[in-house]
């Protein structure tokens, strides 16, 4: 294999110079369709020789005497066809599809063998869309006097187990929804939540009724490539029948908490009917962490339209593969480093431009990424983001002021504003830094300033509550109590005390979580609760995140104290919000005691990844 790749490397720059239009004829008499530049990791038509891995999928072609293959790079999730043993004017190409091998893009990359030549390839191209969450298929194609192809590759999904096991492999067997009815048959959708697998029933019925199972990777919106699978008639003499298993989740291909629902049909009737979309629960945490995931842009590395709350929702993914051991997802800490550390102009990330290293003029949105870096540092060891975090605290540090209430930084660099979010956030973030850089005699001196500091500020009331900041006198303005002030200011705290020894700070973090729990202000019933998400109150897209970023804090205490009714509390939150804020794709919301209305998106669902997360044992 080794000397066969590096002969291939060779032809990069010929591949390169003889790509021909797509327009030319098809490889077969079905239909093709037009490509559409497809960006994942990487964008399509990327040189072969960055490939970080190769394998071959499919059996080598034979076409007269020319040997044709396609070639995989998984960890890249791209592809790329070759052609040797040929003569000059030999062509090779590949073919992508996204409905299962109906249609596809025909000719992507071709390439044809120059003079004094024997072999050429094609440019690399993506192998799945998770942006536009669609699977897809490749093979490579050749023309050298005739027209052949290799078999496509990736017909199947592999998890746990692949596409087509039998269900006597099943875990489990859980039906989450109500089954449908047609012409008297029951039509059930049944799952191995261990193995995110399922498969569909039918029942009550007679010979030549069928029942299937359809996959769809964007919450049912669409499943062009997953229609019909396992499809199966009840045979003569039975009245039921059921599918093979099939995957819901597809790591290889960045494709995660995919929906299925079993649908069937009566053998002398055309229509069929469907159950629900689902998609399975291997853990709650899991289960959130999967449909997150499908609102995250892999080509640009973030999730889209919130900068700091994409700081946040990483930090919530971090914390879930570290506490779970689970290394899916290890991917996206890198990818979002990558993608995000450099500059982008207003209107690309935020409204502010991004100047580098995820800094803004905004000091706080800067400092939820400081603390995502030193969760991705602990979770990989890896030194860069141990050092990006230290030069956003540096940058944050550039905002203590002693000139106006005694301390603490501003908000913004206008310096309008001092409040209890970027305080909060640089007191974890010094404390935090001191316990993580070797011989520091900086940080820590700095976390034992701002700890005294956050004391005296008057930011806490004589409620035990964090108000929102402080007012021009610089005394405590009042302003509305959020969760994720008094989390901040929990673990600020917390983290101080273990910087400087104090007990009395950890005392104080103790006293805030105390106040957090037994408030009418952020606990109704044992559920947290944001002033936002009472009655017919909406919350913005800010305070949709509030909530997760109290419980991560809150759980920090609860480890270092091992306080039962922290424990209780946290577990309070976790089975709440699932039990009364989930629907079947998993979908949570910011009502974590549920009513209406309610609001779901990515940021409310990794506000609840951070609760179940923190709840799991």
């Known amino acids: 294999m080794g000397a066969r790749l590096i002969r291939l490397l060779l032809a990069t720059v010929v591949a390169a110079t003889v790509l021909v239009p797509v327009s030319a004829t098809a490889t077969a008499s079905t239909a093709s369709t037009a490509a559409t530049a497809v960006c994942a990791l990487f964008c399509d038509t990327r040189d072969a020789s960055l490939a970080r891995q190769e394998s071959f999928p499919a059996p080598d072609k034979d076409l007269n005497g020319r040997r044709l293959e396609l070639h995989v790079s998984d960890v890249d999730d791209m592809a790329w066809a070759s052609i040797d043993n040929g003569a000059t004017g030999d062509s090779v190409w590949l073919d992508r599809s996204w409905d299962g091998g109906v249609t596809w893009e025909p000719l992507l990359g071709k390439a044809s063998i120059p003079s004094t030549w024997t072999g050429t390839r094609t440019l690399m191209f993506n192998i799945t869309d998770p942006v ?17 192809c290799t078999s496509w590759a990736y017909p199947t999904v592999c998890d746990t187990f692949c596409d087509g096991v039998d269900t006597g492999q099943a875990a489990g067997d859980d039906q989450p929804v109500p089954p449908t009815s047609l012409y008297g048959r029951t039509i059930r959708l049944h799952v191995d939540q261990k193995n995110s697998m399922a498969w569909g029933s039918i029942e009550g019925g007679g010979p030549g009724d069928e029942t299937w199972l359809d996959r769809s990777w964007n919450g049912g919106g669409g499943w062009p490539d997953g229609s019909s699978l396992g499809r199966t008639s009840v045979p003569a003499g039975a009245t039921a029948s059921h599918t093979s298993m099939f995957a819901t989740r597809d790591p290889r291909g960045l494709l995660y908490g995919g929906a299925v629902r079993a649908c ?3 053998a002398t009737h055309q229509e069929g009917s469907c159950t629900a979309w689902v998609r399975p629960v291997p853990s709650r945490s899991r289960a959130a962490a999967d449909a997150l995931m499908s609102s995250y842009d892999p080509y640009e590395g973030w999730w889209k339209s919130s900068w700091w709350n994409s700081a946040a929702t990483l930090t919530s993914l971090i914390d879930f593969a570290r ?23 207003a209107g690309a990330r935020g409204t502010d431009p991004i100047e580098g290293h995820f800094i803004s003029r905004a000091i706080d949105d800067a400092a939820w990424w400081g603390m995502a870096w030193l969760a991705a540092y602990d979770y990989t060891h890896d ?62 001196q700095r976390a034992t300033t701002a700890a005294a500091w ?22 405590n303005n009042g302003g509305t109590v959020w969760s994720y002030n008094q ?29 957090a729990m037994s408030s009418p202000r952020l606990t109704t019933n044992g559920v947290l609760t944001e002033s936002c998400d009472v009655g017919q109150a909406a919350c913005d897209d800010n305070q949709k995140q509030f909530k997760g ?36 794709l998993n979908a949570l919301g910011v ?6 209305p309610n609001q779901t998106d990515w940021r409310t669902q990794a506000s609840a990844l951070g609760a179940l997360t923190a709840a799991e044992r």
């Open 454 to 475: 956050f004391r005296s500020s008057g930011l806490i009331n004589s409620s035990g509550l964090v108000n929102d900041g402080l007012n021009s006198a610089c005394l």
């Open 549 to 584: 970023i109290f419980t991560r804090f809150l759980y920090d205490l609860q480890q270092a104290t091992g306080s039962a009714t922290y424990r209780s509390y946290i577990q309070r939150q976790a089975d709440s919000l699932w039990a009364t804020d989930r629907d079947s």
């Open 487 to 515: 989390g901040l200011a929990i673990g600020g705290l917390l983290e101080a005390s273990k910087v400087s020894g104090d007990g009395s700070l950890s005392a104080v973090a103790r006293a805030l979580a105390d106040a």
């Open 264 to 266: 069937g049909r009566e």
């Open 383 to 444: 030194p860069r983001y141990l050092n990006e975090a230290v030069t956003i605290t540096s940058y944050v540090h550039q905002y203590w002021d002693t000139s106006t209430c005694g301390g603490g930084v501003w908000w913004d660099r206008e310096r309008t504003y001092k409040n209890a979010v970027t305080n909060g956030q640089y007191l974890w973030l010094t404390a935090s830094l001191h316990q993580r850089v070797s011989g520091d005699t900086v940080w820590g």
């Open 591 to 596: 009502r974590w005691a549920g009513g209406s």
């Open 132 to 148: 536009n969450h669609r699977r897809g298929l490749v093979r490579a194609c050749g023309d050298a006097s005739a027209v052949a």
């Open 323 to 345: 506490r779970t051991g689970t290394h899916d997802y290890d991917w996206v800490i890198a990818r979002t480093f990558d993608q995000n550390k450099g500059t982008f102009p």
